[in-house]
C-alpha cells in the first residue's frame, strides 16, 4: 500500500540536491533502509521529510570513515523503530579502527617486502646489459633466479674443467 503525501515535503532530486547526490541514490538508500519509506504524492512522487537531507549527509560521512550501507541500513531501520543503536554504533566503529590499525600493520609489512624486492632489482638491473631482459617480475616467483643459479654453476664448472 503506498502511503499518500499528508504535508509538504522534498522530492528525490531537492534532497539529493542539497545532499550532493543523486536522485537513484537517494532512492537506494529508502531500498535499503539508510532512508525511511518515503510517502507519495496523488502522482507518485516521493516526498521525504526534510530530515532526509541530514540522514543522506550522516550516511555519506559514515561510508567515508569505513561504515557501510548495509550497516547503516540496520542502524537507522533499528533507529526508526524506536530503538537506541548507539552501542551498536561504538562497536562498529571500534571495529573499524581495529580493521584500520591491521590494514596499517600489513602496509608497512608490505612497505618492507617491496624495498627488499626493489633492492634486489637494482641490483639485477647493475648487472644485465642494456637492452637485454632483466626479468624482474618472473624473479619474484624464484623461477628466473633459481635458473640463473643452475646456469652460474654449469658455467663455473665448465671454467673449471
Not at 548495509?70 to 561504538?90: H, M, N, Q, Y
Request: charged fraction near 35%; charge should be positive; include cysteine.
Amino acid at each position: 500500500m503506498v502511503q499518500r503525501a499528508k504535508g509538504p515535503g522534498l522530492r528525490s532530486g531537492a534532497v539529493a540536491k542539497a545532499a550532493g547526490v543523486s536522485p537513484d541514490t537517494v532512492r537506494y538508500y529508502e531500498r535499503i533502509g539508510v532512508l525511511p519509506k518515503a510517502s507519495r504524492t496523488e502522482a507518485g512522487y516521493r516526498l521525504y521529510a526534510e530530515s532526509a537531507v541530514e540522514r543522506v549527509l550522516v550516511a555519506q560521512r559514515a561510508l567515508r570513515i569505513g561504515f557501510t550501507l548495509a550497516e547503516l541500513g540496520e542502524v537507522f531501520r533499528t533507529r526508526d523503530a524506536g530503538g537506541a543503536p548507539c552501542r551498536r554504533v561504538l562497536e562498529l566503529a571500534q571495529m573499524k579502527l581495529r580493521g584500520i590499525r591491521e590494514d596499517m600493520r600489513d602496509l608497512r609489512q608490505t612497505e618492507k617486502q617491496m624495498k627488499k624486492v626493489l633492492g634486489e632489482w637494482e641490483e639485477r638491473m647493475l648487472r644485465t646489459v642494456p637492452g637485454q631482459k632483466a626479468h624482474l617480475l618472473h624473479a619474484l616467483a624464484g623461477t628466473v633466479s633459481g635458473r640463473d643459479k643452475r646456469n652460474k654453476t654449469r658455467f663455473r664448472r665448465k671454467r673449471r674443467s
